[in-house]
């Protein structure tokens, strides 16, 4: 039917609706060509939907047989009695027809991302339709077995149309054209859009009837949207094939954690670090997890500029968790200035952790890193610094709970971290800055001339700092009598007289 023919019965059943809503109260029924010219615009709707076209089909199938149905009463029940019924017909397909008019006018691509909000619209569709089938039906007295079969077949069929949509769907989900066509409509740079996008495209990704070849295709255009837009998978539980294992052997294994390599979504590198603890129950693993989107939060503030990003996580054997993250090549900080000692900016290295600490710091809940040292800092690839290690990040005022892993971080915890309570702040984040930063400078650990940690404890609550070094190319790093006294302010026995990461930026 052409548009224009289209627009002018639209437009004309539009006027009629009115009219006859208008004048129920006068008993004005609509007569029965203007229902069969209502059908007509709702089958009409339908078949020009351009995506999920087996459910609209079906939809407009269960309208002619709605409308059947009512000829079928209105041969055998007095005129009076007739106007009730066709009213809700009526009715019924108006609402069909202003919904469909919404989607016939959608492109394919705008459906992609709206597939949620079609479902949903379809469904109430078909549950006003299937009112209208219970009301004709007992006024019809239809036959009861007859009619549940025909229910039950209509129910396998919207089973069977919905499966072939998600087919077409993952078909263009799999499209070379997907990530163009989202940057030439400017979808990535709607964060609302783009994010339904993924969260769709990330479903059928997931579905195990997908071919290899489709899923292979998903997984690049996911990867593509997520890099131009900035932002990570929506699902962060990574079972359904988005990470790929490299190797079952470890790389390198740290007590109850074992470093594996991996491929995200067959474009990138990634550390795989699976957790091995004794109390592997759902409250550790929802632990985990909650820890996990808190640093989905961070990134979605950070971007990945200075903190680490992390993927997501998931399931080794259904009990042990695996956090994925970004496979960085230059190790942590220590490592890298130990290697690079002539071409590190150590002033720019420096900074840029501390702008790492400040954001943390700055988030509308402050988050606590907890245990910051130079091997909690990684090295991109334009080497730049990545703070990382989230498993003991924690809000403001909580306590630690792991205990047994400060044990190997005392040189660079403030001491009041070290005593009973374990409160953790921003300021004695700032101290372990601090520490990091003399670190770095001297390329050896806090209290370095200190063999055991529990000589380091007692000079901490003693409030002594650690003796300054004078070794001429610590100096040269920038150890001079300036970051000196920066340092001083950093390892204040009282958290409260201890400047702000803000602060400290300032005098950096």
Not at 49 to 75: F, I, S, T
Not at 105 to 125: A, V
Not at 211 to 224: F, I, K, P, V
Request: glycine fraction near 4%; hydrophobic fraction near 35%; aromatic fraction near 8%.
């Amino acid at each position: 039917m052409p548009n224009k023919v289209l627009s002018t019965i639209l437009h004309t059943t539009v006027k009629t609706t009115i009219h006859v809503a208008g004048a129920a109260t006068c008993a004005q029924l609509p007569a029965l060509e203007v229902v069969v010219d209502l059908l007509d615009i709702v089958v009409e709707l339908c078949e020009r939907v351009p995506q999920n076209k087996h459910a609209a089909r079906q939809l407009a199938n269960r309208c002619r047989e709605m409308y059947w149905l009512l000829k079928q009463y209105e041969e055998v029940d007095l005129p009076d009695r007739v106007f009730k019924y066709r009213q809700n017909v009526f009715n019924c397909l108006e609402t069909v027809r202003s919904t469909m008019a919404v989607w016939s006018n959608k492109s394919w691509f705008s459906m992609l991302i709206q597939q949620d909000e079609f479902e949903k619209e379809i469904g109430l569709c078909n549950n006003k339709i299937q009112e209208c089938f219970d009301t004709l039906t007992t006024a019809t007295n239809f036959e009861t077995l007859g009619f549940q079969k025909q229910t039950d077949k209509w129910r396998r069929d919207f089973m069977d149309s919905a499966e072939k949509d998600r087919t077409e769907i993952r078909k263009s989900f799999a499209s070379v054209d997907l990530v163009q066509e989202a940057i030439l409509r400017n979808v990535t740079e709607n964060r609302n859009d783009v994010r339904k996008l993924v969260d769709n495209l990330q479903k059928h990704f997931a579905d195990p009837t997908a071919l290899t070849e489709e899923r292979d295709r998903m997984a690049s255009n996911l990867y593509d949207l997520l890099r131009l837009s900035h932002q990570l998978l929506p699902r962060l539980q990574l079972d359904s094939g988005e990470v790929e294992w490299e190797d079952r052997a470890p790389i390198h294994r740290y007590g109850a954690i074992g470093v594996y390599k991996g491929r995200y979504l067959k474009r990138e590198d990634v550390t795989i670090k699976v957790i091995r603890t004794k109390d592997n129950d759902e409250r550790n693993i929802n632990r985990i997890r909650r820890e996990v989107e808190l640093w989905a939060r961070i990134y979605e503030a950070d971007k990945g500029k200075h903190i680490l990003p992390f993927y997501g996580f998931c399931t080794t054997d259904g009990v042990h968790l695996a956090l994925v993250s970004p496979w960085i090549e230059n190790g942590d900080a220590l490592e890298y200035v130990k290697k690079h000692d002539q071409l590190v900016n150590y002033k720019q290295l420096i900074r840029g952790i501390a702008e790492g600490i400040g954001a943390l710091h700055s988030m509308d809940d402050p988050v606590i890193h907890g245990q910051l040292k130079a091997e909690k800092v990684l090295i991109g690839d334009k080497a730049q610094p990545l703070i990382t290690d989230f498993t003991l990040a924690k809000l403001e005022g909580n306590a630690l709970t792991r205990t047994a892993g400060i044990s190997g971080a005392y040189r660079w915890c403030a001491p009041e971290i070290c005593g009973e309570t374990s409160l953790t702040s921003t300021k004695s984040d700032v101290y372990s800055l601090g520490m990091t930063i003399l670190e770095l400078l001297t390329h050896e650990k806090p209290y370095a001339h200190i063999a055991r940690s529990t000589g380091v404890i007692r000079r901490m609550e003693k409030g002594i700092p650690p003796d300054r070094p004078s070794d001429a190319r610590a100096i040269e790093r920038g150890l001079d009598d300036r970051m000196w006294r920066l340092l001083l302010s950093c390892w204040s026995f009282q958290p409260e007289d201890r400047p702000s990461i803000q602060e400290l930026l300032e005098r950096l």
